[in-house]
């Protein structure tokens, strides 16, 4: 059984940075796109960031410039560098791994984490 779990969320400063990571485990035979995507109460789930297999990197316009995405295959590992944090980030961040567990294909979803953004 495939789990993801996610770390790094908290309370921040505007200005201030969090990194999160999500690893997956179980029985995993090749991890394809990784993801981040954020609620904040009212609103819908929206992307935030994604990289593919090949490393290329997509953001929503509003984190463009302060959030950095990146990914260790060998630990199957994504992370979400987020800087010069404002209010507007805050939200549940939640990993998502499109990938191949068994003979089939799909996508898994972390636990969530919490961001919050206050002075």
């Known amino acids: 059984q495939v789990q993801l779990v996610e770390s790094g969320g908290g309370l921040v400063q505007p200005g201030g940075s969090l990194r999160l990571s999500c690893t997956a485990s179980?029985?995993?035979?090749?991890?394809?796109?990784m993801a981040w995507f954020r609620q904040a109460p009212g609103n819908q789930r929206e992307l935030v960031a994604s990289?593919?297999?090949?490393?290329?990197?997509n953001y929503a316009d509003s984190v463009k410039g302060r959030f950095t995405i990146s990914r260790d295959n060998a630990k199957n590992t994504v992370y979400l560098q987020m800087n010069s944090l404002k209010p507007e980030d805050t939200a549940i961040y939640y990993c998502?791994?499109?990938?191949?567990?068994?003979?089939?294909?799909?996508?898994?979803w972390g636990q969530g984490t919490q961001v919050t953004v206050s002075s």
């Open positions: 998502n791994q499109y990938l191949r567990t068994g003979g089939a294909s799909r996508d898994y």
């Open positions: 179980g029985s995993i035979s090749a991890i394809y796109n």
């Open positions: 990289i593919s297999a090949g490393g290329s990197t």
